[in-house]
T-cell receptor, first 115, second 116 residues
Framework: AQKITQTQPGMFVQEKEAVTLDCTYDTSDQSYGLFWYKQPSSGEMIFLIYQGSYDEQNATEGRYSLNFQKARKSANLVISASQLGDSAMYFC????????????FGTGTRLTIIP | GAGVSQSPSNKVTEKGKDVELRCDPISGHTALYWYRQSLGQGLEFLIY????????KSGLPSDRFSAERTGGSVSTLTIQRTQQEDSAVYLC??????????????FGPGTRLTVL
């Protein structure tokens, strides 16, 4: 069984500052993928970034980077130079093995950017 | 191009009624997923279709829930004899073949179901 834990129900961050959203996971699988999704108030889930368990480099996508620490089973999302439009719910998720498999989600972190 | 679409966007029903929720995946996507998001919670997996394979129904919470996917495209999630605890946002997602190992899922806007 897989489990995702997000311990920050809500965060407030000043605009233009960097923010780290925490995610830890638990799995017995050797091969897995980790994802971050953003859910604005409109409700749609927007894919942000992916990290494979065997990837040696931390994933980066624009202002998003994933701080992957495999031994600690953590996959924290870092958003640099936060913007007002970053205010949303953020979900960490994982998928076992490769291919089109179900995602297991955490409970999310509500991020609010303060102008 | 067109994304995943779901209909209706909102559905209010009375306890005990049956409801059908529809999902149109992105054209060419072979995998289709249904998730449920209760208020203030993360997403809970319900069911997964991959091509012509038997669906993974392991997440369906009871036998009142069923889903089908016709012609490898459109999917319908049916909830029979709805209960108040079924109130949630039902999200559909699809993913394309061949994007190993990434295979991110593209989500629709969801159907908000309210059972009175």
């Amino acid at each position: 069984a897989q489990k995702i834990t997000q311990t920050q129900p809500g965060m407030f961050v000043q605009e233009k500052e960097a923010v780290t959203l925490d995610c830890t996971y638990d799995t017995s699988d050797q091969s897995y993928g980790l994802f971050w999704y953003k859910q604005p108030s409109s409700g749609e889930m927007i894919f942000l970034i992916y990290q494979g368990s065997y990837d040696e480099q931390n994933a980066t996508e624009g202002r998003y980077s994933l701080n992957f620490q495999k031994a600690r089973k953590s996959a924290n999302l870092v958003i640099s130079a936060s913007q007002l439009g970053d205010s949303a719910m953020y979900f960490c998720a994982m998928r076992a093995n490769f291919g089109n498999e179900k995602l297991t989600f955490g409970t999310g972190t509500r991020l609010t950017i303060i102008p | 191009g067109a994304g995943v679409s779901q209909s209706p966007s909102n559905k209010v029903t009375e306890k005990g009624k049956d409801v059908e929720l529809r999902c149109d995946p992105i054209s060419g996507h072979t995998a289709l997923y249904w998730y449920r998001q209760s208020l203030g919670q993360g997403l809970e997996f319900l069911i997964y279709f991959q091509g012509n394979s038997a669906p993974d129904k392991s997440g369906l919470p009871s036998d009142r829930f069923s889903a089908e996917r016709t012609g490898g495209s459109v999917s319908t999630l049916t909830i029979q004899r709805t209960q108040q605890e079924d109130s949630a946002v039902y999200l559909c997602a699809s993913s394309p073949p061949g994007r190993y190992p990434h295979n991110e899922q593209f989500f629709g806007p969801g159907t908000r179901l309210t059972v009175l």
